[in-house]
Nanobody, 126 residues
């Protein structure tokens, strides 16, 4: 397993941008697919975006397509989530997760991810 620490959350106005980072410890980072999930107040945790171990495959939930971009730097053991054109409905705690199961196709699920960070709060004001 890898240990994950998210950063970059904060308060932003609607239409603004944030970049989340997730730093991983452990030498097996490059063998893990990585994902971002989010949980809004009173709601279940939902999938946002995922990237394969090589970075060659990405997958997004429909509501963030064209606005969010997931990327990774295996040399730095870090995965990023660039969020543009933010909306109030993007307000949530964002979690980074690592997977040895997701192969780069099909909708990722929470069950595919075995390691999780502690989360970072993103608040978008209207």
């Amino acid at each position: 397993q890898v240990q994950l620490v998210e950063s970059g959350g904060g308060l932003v106005q609607a239409g603004g941008s944030l970049r989340l980072s997730c730093a991983a410890s452990g030498r097996s980072f490059s063998r893990h697919a990585m994902g971002w999930f989010r949980q809004a107040p009173g709601k279940e945790r939902d999938f946002v975006a995922a990237i394969s171990w090589s970075g060659g495959d990405t997958y997004y939930t429909d509501s963030v397509k064209g606005r969010f971009t997931i990327s990774r730097d295996n040399a730095k053991n870090t995965v990023y989530l660039q969020m543009n054109s933010l909306k109030p409905e993007d307000t949530a705690i964002y979690y980074c997760a690592a997977s040895q199961l997701w192969a780069g196709w099909g909708t990722p699920t929470e069950a595919d991810f075995g390691s999780w960070g502690q989360g970072t709060q993103v608040t978008v004001s209207s």
